[in-house]
């Protein structure tokens, strides 16, 4: 069927809006006509490095309504609302075992450009063209795997949803499902946006004892993480010794640390900010970082990790956190701003600025 998407052609140039050709449905797949689709980081670097190949139809947040689904298909039907989310093969030993954001094949069905069997789901004039993270919503109608289809409340705005898919998955899972933070544990949570103030919302509920936030000077970020849940928040500027105000605040540091910017500085703070025992989860995109692994770890029993997608199974996770939100716990939507998906390289650039945390394009 022919479809409009936002395509990437070459590193650092804007997307451009342009008709393709979407594949048929394999037996396992759903035909979702979408509403929505944040706009993330991992978009941009998707844009900018070439993670799928060019040319490629970006977009990992998306949200829609299924049209039509393969004979194989029985969590959803048409008509449901969905968010989309991550692929996975269902049948390794993380699949199996409930960690399918560690499947074996994930970097090859997210970032592959194909579908799992090797095939082109979007084309333009008979040549193949990328797909990104088994969805590519950036376009009228995407062709998904059952594996990365999540049924949400219809009552729910479905325009809102799609970023729950990645960001505030990433930032709440690894709260939630992650480090399962007990009575009075703390944390410290690098970068305010939309992964890190995921990350405080969930720590908001759980009523962690001190939850920090380290940001570049930004008041309006650092305000909403105060609006959110902060319990303090860290100005991270030259002059500033973030490890010695976050052992002040703590007495000791903090139990657990979540690093979202991929700065190596931070990295290395993240790592020295939490006590004796200590968990750091790296989930930002991140290149080389210098440790003493004897001073900064083995010495103090700390742990780091790098975690994806929060560690969560997003059709157990998403509803919960769609039922948190709609009881005005989980209040994500103070996040965004909407575009239409022809000025969507505004949206890019509002979010590289920092002016806007969590972009959304919505379809007509």
């Known amino acids: 069927m022919d479809i409009t998407v936002a395509m990437a052609r070459k590193s650092g140039e804007p997307l451009t809006i342009e008709e393709a050709q979407l594949a048929e449905l394999k037996s396992d797949e759903v035909l979702v006509k979408m509403v929505a689709s944040g706009v ?10 070439g993670m799928a190949g060019y040319p490629v139809v970006l977009g990992h947040e998306g949200s829609g309504i299924v049209q039509e689904i393969g004979s194989s298909v029985s969590t959803v039907e048409p008509g449901d609302h969905v968010v989309l989310s991550f692929n996975s093969c269902g049948v ?3 699949c199996l075992s409930g960690h399918p954001a560690e499947c074996d094949i994930l970097n090859k069905i997210n970032f592959g450009g194909r579908r799992k069997d090797g095939s082109a789901a979007i084309t333009q004039n008979g040549e193949a063209v990328s797909n990104f993270f088994g969805q590519s919503s950036f376009s009228t109608y995407s062709v998904v795997s059952e594996r990365g289809v999540v049924k949400v409340d219809k009552d729910a705005d479905l325009k809102l949803l799609g970023p729950l898919g990645c960001g505030i998955q990433t930032g709440a899972g690894t709260v939630l499902q992650y480090f399962k933070p007990k009575f009075g544990d703390s944390i410290v949570i690098f970068g305010a946006g939309a992964v890190g103030l995921s990350g405080v919302m969930a720590a908001k509920l759980l009523n962690m004892a001190h939850i920090i936030v380290v940001n570049r000077p930004n008041p309006y970020r650092l305000n909403m993480a105060r609006e959110l849940g902060a319990t303090d928040v860290i100005e991270s500027k030259p002059g500033t010794d973030v490890v010695a105000e976050i052992k002040r605040i703590t007495g000791n540091g903090t139990d657990f640390a979540l ?18 025992r200590g968990i750091d989860a790296v989930v930002g995109i991140a290149g080389d970082v210098t440790f003493n692994v004897n001073e ?22 998403i509803p919960k956190i769609v039922k948190y939100y709609q009881k005005g716990l989980f209040p994500f939507d103070k996040l965004t701003k ?9 949206a890019f650039s509002d979010s590289a600025s920092g002016k806007v945390i969590k972009p959304i394009v919505v379809f007509d």
Do not use: L, W
């Open 40 to 49: 993330c980081h991992t978009d941009a670097v998707g844009r900018d490095a």
């Open 92 to 94: 390794c030993d993380s």
């Open 259 to 276: 690093e979202t910017t991929g700065a190596a500085q931070c990295i290395k703070d993240s790592v020295n900010a939490i006590k004796p």
């Open 296 to 317: 900064d770890i083995m010495s103090e029993s700390k742990t780091i990790a790098g975690v994806i997608e929060g560690d969560a199974i997003p059709q157990i996770f």
């Open 338 to 346: 909407f575009y239409r998906f022809a000025d969507i390289n505004d």
